[in-house]
């Protein structure tokens, strides 16, 4: 599994792929696209090839085995996709999901931000670990410029 947390426009997650208990350093599980950001959890393989059908424009992908969490890049706002590949938009102010997404999202209700979340959780969960990817929305970008 993994760790992802969304917060104030900042998608993170954590860099490890688990597979039958072992484990491996995983870069590609946040995609990035010119306008969105994409975090996956689950299977990987199903995870990613789920991204690149949605990119190509193919009419309703079918989401196998894995969540999508797509955050747009511009406004920071925050889509799932759970199987089978239906997008429900987050009304919340923060989510997490994955083998470390209760721990995220407590730490985050606790004042922790997204990347900060991700760093706790991976300390607690045995299938996160391996650092923090990050992006930043650029609403979120200007906010902090304030």
Do not use: H, N
């Not at 993170?12 to 208990?21: I, K, N, R, V, Y």
């Not at 350093?25 to 969105?36: G, I, M, P």
């Not at 090839?49 to 797509?70: I, Q, W």
């Not at 706790?120 to 650029?138: H, L, P, R, T, Y």
């Amino acid at each position: 599994m993994t760790t992802i947390a969304w917060k104030d426009g900042v998608l993170a997650c954590d860099s490890q792929a688990t597979d039958t208990g072992t484990r491996s350093r995983a870069k590609s599980k946040l995609v990035l696209t010119d306008d969105y950001a994409y975090a996956v959890t689950g299977s990987l393989a199903f995870g990613l090839d789920f991204v690149r059908r949605l990119e190509s424009g193919e009419e309703d992908p079918e989401l196998k085995k894995a969540t999508v969490v797509r955050m747009d890049r511009r406004t920071g706002q925050v889509v799932v996709f759970d199987p089978p590949g239906y997008p429900i938009p987050v009304e919340d102010k923060l989510f997490a999901t994955g083998s470390g997404g209760d721990l995220a999202l407590g730490a985050m209700a606790a004042g922790a931000s997204a990347e900060e979340a991700v760093r706790i959780a991976i300390a607690w969960d045995a299938d996160s670990g391996f650092g923090v990817q990050v992006v930043e929305s650029e609403r979120a970008k200007r906010r902090r410029k304030k």
